[in-house]
């Protein structure tokens, strides 16, 4: 029996987390004065912008170096077209996060004054397309169909996309509640969420999400495309039967899913913000499109995680999260972008969030602490693989099975 390969070595792990946290730390500390207007004099103006040039360079060295120990691997597609293609998305997504550190380096009206060299339409404040949407609540033919613009599109693409990227339309479904009451619980901050009643159930919910979830679905099944089971509910008559009660690495994974993809959504509409990046610019499309094909590596790589936990092929295949890791590493500098380039854009408020949002969210956080805690410190809870049990007939770890003598173990010595 081959020997025992952790999923990535911590040693790995310390790299790929020092590194970022120099980067990000760096962004804020080579120039504490960021959020002032850069000098007009020329040589106050160069030295700002060089030491912001150059730490763009270090960071994005830094990163690729560290990102050389976490190089996916794509062995598991059988298709080599498809293989490349995935490398092609692979090499898209870390250019995308290059630029994205580069921006980060930079002051605000540096780095938006960097975009609009790129493109004029770029650099300008945005002015339409950034409204409410509960202006007129009247709930008519006129008020329905003025709703029914880029958003609704985006609503169709975006949960289409979905669809064949999770594989799960109970998932899916859940997700379109979810990011609703995101709405909701945002709309004080960035107005443009403010939306009226119907427009959440009727526009979103009812006309774009659940339709898009369900052609995704059937084009799924059309193709022959192997659904996944997030929950681990099928063959389970309850729901207390489901896998996801269970299985602290289930229920983690979900977890982490929850906090990053709602991380993910709100950045769309923050940095379109700090950015001054019009809602019907190709460059959100762009950056949609990206995610897309990116989501379908992270969730095949998050399902692999979960679906050969606590089995012995976990024990040859091992499922190392690079990509995971380069998606949180990626939405981690997205919402920093939008936190440093926050002022100056006209479009987002002070208000202090309420308690009636903030208490269901921490109440909310600290149950799903307590869930993943709870499975994960029970009696008899799951392993990477199975594997040798104590005097107690409880799963030993890994390391721990490492550091027993083979006749502790039960092993008959070697001669």
């Known amino acids: 029996m081959p020997a025992f390969v952790p999923d990535i070595p911590y040693h790995i792990q310390a790299v790929f987390v020092f590194t970022f946290s120099y980067i990000y730390c760096r962004a804020f500390t080579i120039d504490p004065d960021y959020l002032e207007d850069t000098p007009t004099q020329y040589n106050l103006w160069h030295e700002v912008v060089k030491k912001g040039v150059w730490q763009s360079i270090l960071s994005t060295c ?13 062995e598991t597609f059988q298709n080599p077209w498809l293989q490349r293609f995935c490398r092609c998305v692979l090499a898209c997504w870390l250019m995308y996060h290059c630029f994205l550190i580069c921006l980060l380096n930079q002051r605000p009206d540096v780095g938006r004054a960097a975009l609009g060299f790129l493109d004029s339409r770029l650099g300008q404040k945005v002015e339409k397309g950034m409204h409410t949407y509960d202006n007129d609540c009247d709930l008519t033919l006129g008020r329905l169909w003025e709703d029914m613009d880029h958003y609704f599109l985006a609503h169709w693409c975006d949960y289409f996309g979905m669809a064949l990227i999770l594989r799960d339309p109970l998932f899916c479904h859940f997700w379109s509640i979810f990011y609703e009451i995101i709405e909701l619980s945002a709309q004080h901050r960035l ?14 919910f009812l006309l774009s999400n659940t339709p898009a979830i369900i052609a995704g679905t059937w084009l799924i099944d059309r193709l022959g495309i192997r659904r996944y089971d997030w929950f681990g509910r099928f063959g389970k008559e309850r729901i207390e039967d489901w896998e996801v ?22 950045c769309t509409f923050f940095l379109m913000n700090a950015l001054l990046v019009p809602p019907t610019h190709p460059w959100v499309a762009m950056r949609m499109l990206l995610w897309a094909f990116a989501g379908g590596l992270i969730f095949r790589e998050i399902y692999m995680d979960i679906e050969t936990w606590n089995t012995i092929a976990r024990k040859t295949k091992p499922i190392e999260g690079r990509y995971r890791w380069l998606a949180i590493g990626t939405i981690l500098t997205e919402s920093l972008i939008a936190y440093k380039y926050r002022n100056g854009t006209g ?55 490492r550091s027993l003598s083979p006749r502790k173990r039960g092993d008959s010595p070697k001669k």
Request: hydrophobic share 40%.
């Open 245 to 266: 009660f269970k299985c602290h690495r289930r229920w983690g994974n979900i977890c982490i899913i929850l906090m990053f993809f709602s991380a993910h959504f709100l």
């Open 62 to 74: 830094l990163f690729m170096t560290s990102f050389a120990y976490l190089n996916p691997y794509l």
């Open 347 to 401: 479009h987002i408020t002070d208000t202090p969030t309420p308690l009636y949002i903030s208490i269901p969210w921490i109440g909310g956080s600290l149950a799903l602490l307590y869930g993943f805690l709870h499975l994960r410190f029970k009696p008899g809870h799951t392993t990477k693989f199975p594997g040798i049990e104590d005097e107690k007939n409880r799963p030993l770890s890994p390391r721990r099975q």
């Open 191 to 204: 107005p443009h969420f403010a939306e009226c009643w119907w427009d959440h159930i009727i526009t979103d």
